[in-house]
């Protein structure tokens, strides 16, 4: 049975950092492409960024552009976000997701089988 669990989130001013990490058990980190997503209450689940089993290729929701980074650690079993440059409508409940059906990367929260517990971001003014 395929895990994830997020760590990281926190309360920060705007302009900070945090960085988000999360842990996949179960099955081979290797077979899975791997996302972050974040939702705000009453709003849908919205793709951040996504990034391919390689590391090779990452996808960007266009807010993020330039502050946020994906990347993955395959002998650690990990997957990262550094979050640059935060603003107040970053504040979110973010999630970590997971799909071993295709190895290209999205930003659509169906394409995505598994999913962490979340971890809450907020980002002051």
């Known amino acids: 049975q395929v895990q994830l669990v997020e760590f990281g989130g926190g309360s920060v001013q705007a302009g900070g950092s945090l960085r988000l990490s999360c842990g996949l058990s179960?099955?081979?980190?290797?077979?899975?492409?791997m996302a972050w997503f974040r939702q705000v209450p009453g709003k849908e689940r919205e793709g951040v960024a996504a990034?391919?089993?390689?590391?090779?290729?990452?996808v960007y929701v266009d807010s993020v552009k330039g502050r946020f980074t994906i990347s993955r650690d395959n002998d650690l079993n990990t997957l990262l976000l550094e979050m640059n440059s935060l603003r107040p409508e970053d504040s979110a409940m973010y999630y970590c997701a997971a799909d071993s059906r295709v190895r290209v990367p999205d930003l659509g929260p169906t394409s995505y089988d598994y999913w962490g517990q979340g971890t809450q971001v907020t980002v002051s003014s």
């Open positions: 179960g099955s081979p980190f290797t077979y899975y492409r």
């Open positions: 990034i391919s089993p390689s590391g090779g290729t990452t």
